[in-house]
């Protein structure tokens, strides 16, 4: 398995909880540790790990929502189906679909995004990965 330069490591608050939310989301668990509280999943190549809140490496007070100032931009092949799939289950949405434009250097990139948050409020933008 070839791991990301950069993974991020998620506290949360209900390890069950936040990897039944995932799972249904459609990330795959690659690995875990139940009797630490961990796991490592994927998505399309977007890596991510979960940890159950244990007071490790907490540099300061963890009150919902989590995350607070950072988003997590992730590609995935088939927005359509994941957008479909939240709204279907009526999950509910921090921004509904949008087509974003960001320039990048010279070129104007288009993307089909949207956001939700997950149970411990960390903000997820899903969006599409064929720009």
């Known amino acids: 398995m070839q791991f990301n330069k ?16 995932y799972k ?3 990330f795959v668990v690659k690995y875990d540790r139940p009797e ?11 890596q991510i790990m979960l940890c159950e809140r244990n007071g490790t490496w907490e540099t300061g007070e963890l009150i919902y929502p989590f995350g607070r100032g ?5 590609g995935i092949d088939d927005i359509d ?3 479909k799939k ?10 509904d679909m949008t087509t974003a434009e960001y320039r990048q250097n010279d070129k104007i990139i288009k993307q089909k995004e949207f956001l939700i948050q997950d149970p411990d409020g960390y ?5 599409s990965s064929n720009n």
């Open 70 to 74: 950072i988003n997590f931009e992730v």
């Open 86 to 95: 939240i709204t279907k289950n009526k999950y509910p949405l921090y921004q």
């Open 81 to 83: 189906a994941m957008y």
């Open 36 to 46: 630490r509280k961990f796991a490592f999943l994927d998505l399309d190549g977007g």
């Open 6 to 21: 950069i993974v991020p490591e998620f506290y949360v608050s209900d390890i069950i909880k936040s990897l039944d939310f």
């Open 123 to 127: 903000l997820w933008r899903f969006c």
């Open 24 to 26: 249904w989301l459609g």
